[in-house]
């Protein structure tokens, strides 16, 4: 069976019609007004499973070990069976993997104990990817924790160079702490600390990730509750607050720098209306560019409701659950010219 073939089946959640019955009417007529005849599809794979994946912790073991020993997986040794698990390669990620198998809590391997994998959504591994840290630099994760994306790109860096890994609270610290030992990172500095108190630092990143606190209306399928908690108060106070990081993090930018945006919100306002909202703060250094993934993409929004966006927008990335069968996500990559 091909790739495209396993990843397309899709398996509802349990008590879906009860989740629909809790769509709000303004949530309907929003993502109606948005996707015309795709709203369907994007209701049907909001409610159905999400594949699990996997990212390779390459500082720790090579791609290819970690892939025999996960396929030769003596999962059931008790019983006389032994059913490993299959691997399929995430297109825009090399050291990510869709993973299919007879198990599915992947958290209670040794190898995850061991720190070999990262358990992280497919599309969550974008944001790093599109960044591209390397080896030596000095970046900045503004919202860190758990430390998917912290982790990802300190394994991208090889452990040199210097992540400054923030968060607002120390409970949102724990679990962060917890990963980077685990998968054994070095190049990592915790900091706890609004993102606007950053800016008494006298450093300046050579990169910056800032991967917003949002609605979480891409990831329905992994949270089904975000329908009934959805109300568009919360989206306009979500879209304020993110437009005072991304300020944030592109004050704190080197000239020359790269500054990447990130949600699993599928709202404009949280999206192309903070990124637009910057462009226009800064029109002559801030400078979109262009992402370039092996990927299916949706056009990105440029007018919605009573909000019109430039068309520089258009070299965002905003992808839909029905796109890849994936979390939807928004990824913007912006340049500071110096």
């Not at 990963?179 to 910056?208: C, H, P």
Request: hydrophobic share 35%; charged share 25%; glycine share 6%.
């Amino acid at each position: 069976m091909t790739t495209t073939a396993v990843l397309a089946k899709l398996t509802p959640l349990p008590d879906i019609e009860k989740f629909k019955s809790s769509i709000k009417k303004d949530f309907e007529q929003r993502y109606r007004s948005l996707l015309g005849s795709s709203y369907d599809d994007f209701l049907m794979y909001s409610l159905s499973y999400l594949n699990k994946s996997i990212r390779v912790n390459t500082l720790k073991i090579p791609i290819a070990e970690l892939k025999e020993r996960l396929q030769q997986h003596d999962l059931f040794a008790e019983k006389g069976q032994s059913k490993g698990f299959t691997l399929y390669q995430v297109p825009w990620c090399k050291e990510g993997f869709w993973v299919k198998g007879e198990r599915t809590d992947f958290g209670n391997l040794v190898e995850h104990t061991l720190g070999y994998f990262y358990i992280q959504e497919a599309a969550s591994m974008i944001p790093a990817v599109v960044l591209n840290p390397q080896p030596g630099e000095v970046v900045l994760d503004l919202c860190a924790s758990p430390g998917s994306k912290t982790t990802q790109m300190a394994v991208m860096m090889e452990n040199k160079g210097i992540v400054v890994a923030n968060d607002i609270s120390g409970d949102r610290m724990k679990p962060l702490g917890i990963n980077l030992q685990r998968m054994g990172i070095l190049n990592v500095v915790e900091s706890q600390a609004r993102g606007q108190q950053l800016q008494r630092l006298k450093t300046k990143f050579d990169k910056i990730l800032v991967d917003a606190p949002c609605s979480g209306t891409g990831t329905i399928r992994k949270s089904p509750e975000t329908l009934k908690i959805w109300n568009p108060l919360m989206v306009r106070r979500l879209a304020g607050q993110q437009k005072t990081l991304i300020d944030t993090a592109f004050s704190l930018l080197k000239p020359g720098g790269t500054l990447v945006y990130s949600t699993c919100s599928v709202e404009p306002e949280e999206n192309e209306g903070v990124v637009d909202f910057l462009l226009q703060k800064y029109p002559e250094s801030a400078i979109l560019e262009e992402i370039k993934l092996d990927i299916n993409r949706s056009n990105t929004v440029l007018a919605f409701e009573k909000s019109s966006y430039s068309g520089e927008i258009r070299k965002c990335l905003r992808i839909w659950p029905q796109d890849n069968n994936t979390e939807g996500f928004f990824v913007a990559k912006i340049a500071k010219k110096g």
